[in-house]
């Protein structure tokens, strides 16, 4: 490998107007003219010599620093590997020839260590092109859930690809992931206003746009983190910048119950107290009276009573159903995919499972069997037997869109707050909650891979539960003097009326002395 070498040079001219370069007399002034580096690069793949030289450098140990930079990026490479030091050198030249910065000399290093092609650095939208590729012959052997893929492939097209595509892989930056995200938030506040603006010509242009909430914005960020975590793991990135940027806080919702205050709030104005809503006991049994006549009736009383999802009440196998021991193994679920449907097994193992059953739910699901097998004996060959346990009248599978709107058609008529087929499995584990059972055993129900899952998500139970806690924790304070006033009785209540009469009546006092503490 030729060392190479600096010299000092200007760009004056003889009489003839030819350049004197490094032969000019002035140069004996060390102010004068400048420095610049020459070497001879590795031969080209054609076999063509590359003599280079840069120059306008302010001193000899500029020229010089550079110089050695190229030394030791060419110096990389072992000795018999050519190909790479060749592929080094055309970096070389075509920063020589730019004039832009040289490559990195840690980050050539880790490139050649990790086996990667030092030459090639592809644009975002080429790493995005093959990945999807990658991810659809896994969809095809069955390696990958098609929904995955799907929400894989919209945040492709929605996002990464036209913030992120024209991108160098090697040049991305948290900056970029910045910018993508706040061109996210920005669109969110236009479609809120064109929706508020009552312009019937701004509301028709984001008519089929929806608002991209702190969810979604991290399932982007996890798409992307997995397009680049193969890169990350070969070494070819120095970090996956998806790991670095940071989000607006992903806060899960809890459900909350529908209680008569909220419910005369929603019908006053027609607002919803917050996204994730429940019903009440009583709800919840107006639900199921108004639906017992409905031919969907056991699929909706099975969900409300041990809280399965909607696909996996759809996809439940008949020949899973135990009556005599009172339980369901759930091992199937009917996906949607746009309006396509397909039977699969849960997305996850924690997903799969035993769920037990109450008395009055195997009595529901053996009524349900029976008439069941009477439409099967009817129709005879023109029965479809797909062993599921709640399919169309002919054995055909539901499709889950059918099943939210009949539901809904069923909220309606009963006249009931909303809440939203899936609210129906939160229901179920706020009822558990609130009959007594314990955390765990509501986490096995539905199924949840941590109990930490469950505990987070069921922080509100029912107000009479929360009553009762109050109830049980100021029960244990002693309040001798509160109680020789005779306030409390049983499980009674009083009201502020009743309390400052009691206690003018005991004491002489008044409700002024009560608000000042003075009594007790």
């Known amino acids: 490998m030729a060392e190479g070498s600096t010299y000092r040079r200007c760009s004056c001219r003889d009489a003839k107007g030819k350049e004197l370069g490094a032969s000019c007399p002035k140069l004996k002034n060390s102010r004068h003219g400048n420095w610049a580096f020459r070497i001879e690069l590795p031969e080209d793949a054609s076999g063509n010599r590359r003599p280079r030289r840069r ?25 018999d590997d050519v190909e ?15 004039k832009t910065k040289l490559p990195d000399v840690e980050e050539t290093r880790r490139l050649v260590k990790a086996g990667a092609d030092v030459s090639d650095d592809p644009r975002m939208d080429e790493v995005l092109e093959a990945f999807l590729a990658t991810k659809l012959k896994a969809v095809e052997r069955g390696k990958l859930a098609r929904n995955t893929y799907r929400s894989y492939e919209s945040h492709d097209r929605l996002y990464l690809r036209p913030h992120l595509g024209g991108i160098r892989q090697r040049k991305l930056r948290v900056h970029h992931l910045d910018s993508m995200y706040e061109a996210i938030i920005e669109n969110n506040e236009r479609i809120a206003e064109f929706r508020q603006s009552g312009d019937q010509v701004k509301i028709a242009a984001v008519k089929w746009q929806r608002p991209v909430g702190p969810t979604s914005l991290h399932k982007i960020n996890g798409t992307l983190k997995t397009v680049l975590s193969p890169a990350e793991k070969s070494g070819i990135l120095l970090a996956n910048v998806a790991k670095l940027v940071e989000l607006p806080a992903l806060i899960r919702p809890t459900p909350l119950v529908w209680t008569p ?15 994730v809503m429940v019903w009440t006991p009583d709800q919840t049994g107006v639900f199921l009276d108004v639906a017992v006549n409905h031919p969907l009736y056991p699929l909706f009383h099975v969900i409300a009573h041990v809280g399965l999802r909607r696909g996996e009440a759809c996809g439940q196998r008949r020949s899973e159903c135990y009556l005599d021991a009172g339980t369901l193994n759930v091992t199937n679920q009917i996906v949607q995919w746009g309006w396509e449907t397909a039977q699969t097994k849960p997305k996850t193992t924690n997903s799969e499972g035993i769920v037990a059953l109450d008395a009055d739910s195997v009595l529901v ?7 069941q097998d009477a439409d099967k004996a009817r129709l005879g060959s023109d029965w479809h037997e797909n062993d599921l346990m709640f399919p169309r009248s002919d054995g055909s599978p539901l499709h889950p869109a059918e099943v939210t709107d009949a539901f809904y058609d069923i909220v309606e008529r009963a006249s009931l707050p909303p809440i939203r087929l899936h609210d129906l499995r939160h229901g179920a584990a706020t009822l558990a909650l609130a009959a007594g059972v314990e955390m765990k055993v509501v986490q096995n129900m539905l199924r949840h891979s941590s109990i930490t899952t469950t505990s987070d998500i069921y922080t509100s139970v029912l107000p009479q539960v929360a009553f009762a806690a109050a109830e049980a924790t100021a029960a244990i304070i002693p309040r001798q003097s509160a109680r020789s006033l005779g306030l409390f009785s049983g499980s009674h209540v009083p009201d502020s009326v009743e309390v400052f009469a009691q206690v003018d009546r005991a004491k002489g006092g008044s409700a002024e002395g009560w608000r000042g503490g003075r009594l007790l």
Request: charged share 25%.
């Open 55 to 79: 120059v306008g450098f302010d001193s000899a140990t500029d020229a010089q620093t550079e110089l050695t930079q190229v030394r030791n990026l060419l110096g990389i490479p072992d000795d």
């Open 261 to 275: 205050e909220r419910v005369l709030l929603w019908r006053q104005t027609g607002l919803k107290p917050g996204p």
């Open 84 to 98: 790479t030091r060749r592929k080094i050198a055309d970096l070389i030249a075509e920063a020589i020839g730019k």
């Open 365 to 371: 699901l053996r009524l349900h069997l029976a008439l």
